[in-house]
T-cell receptor
């Protein structure tokens, strides 16, 4: 079974631009969560999607958004990029759902975003 | 809602033991532990669901004290392969995990 796939692996953008990151969960997983990882802050929760619906959202500004498609693939978008958005963005999927968060997360390798 | 992990970093010699602590200001439903090696994705270690529960595999185990809202990860007779950053993730009933800032563990020969 293929693991969680994130594309692209690396991305360089300039301030003010927008970016879209993609995540393909493990086949059969319906929940996808997104995290921002920075050296000082660890893993910060962005949002979680289940069956195309955003169920939870972390404490990030509205510039960060996401969506999930009917095949469970997910995208996250960051508009008007700021220098502080430079980070590793990880997505994680779980099976069969995250109703009780008892299911372990399978993480992708992440997209390293650099904002210049 | 982010749990607090301690210590932030620890260096061990092979064969030594270590304890990583994770505490939350909120009542917890479950605690997850993950390990991330440099340049790789975090990998699941274990979930603790009930207060008082203890789990382990190989020489890595964990406990969950529901009343104290904390969990501890125990690494015994450490091996070089244990090196990495350990994260605890806590779930307080909102169907999402909040992770601590991580504990960087380095095992040296």
């Amino acid at each position: 079974k293929a693991g969680v796939t994130q594309t692209p692996r690396y991305l360089i953008k300039t301030r003010g631009q927008q970016v879209t990151l993609s995540c393909s969960p493990i086949s059969g997983h319906r929940s996808v969560s997104w995290y921002q990882q920075t050296p000082g802050q660890g893993l910060q929760f962005l949002f979680e999607y289940f069956s195309e619906t955003q169920r939870n959202k972390g404490n990030f500004p509205g510039r960060f958004s996401g969506r999930q498609f009917s095949n469970s693939r997910s995208e996250m978008n960051v508009s008007t990029l700021e220098l502080g958005d430079s980070a590793l963005y990880l997505c994680a999927s779980s099976f069969p759902d995250l109703a009780t968060t008892n299911e372990k997360l399978f993480f992708g390798s992440g997209t390293q975003l650099s904002v210049l | 809602q982010q749990p607090v992990q301690s210590p932030q970093a620890v260096i061990l010699r092979e064969g030594e033991d270590a304890v990583i602590n994770c505490s939350s200001s909120k009542a917890l439903y479950s605690v997850h532990w993950y390990r991330q090696k440099h340049g790789e994705a975090p990998v699941f270690l274990m979930i603790l669901l009930k207060g008082g529960e203890q789990k382990g595999h190989d020489k890595i185990s964990a406990s969950f004290n529901e009343k104290k809202q904390q969990s501890s990860l125990y690494l015994t007779a450490s091996q070089l392969s244990y090196s990495g950053t350990y994260f605890c993730g806590t779930e307080a009933g909102a169907n999402n995990l909040f992770f601590g800032t991580g504990t960087r563990l380095t095992v040296i020969p």
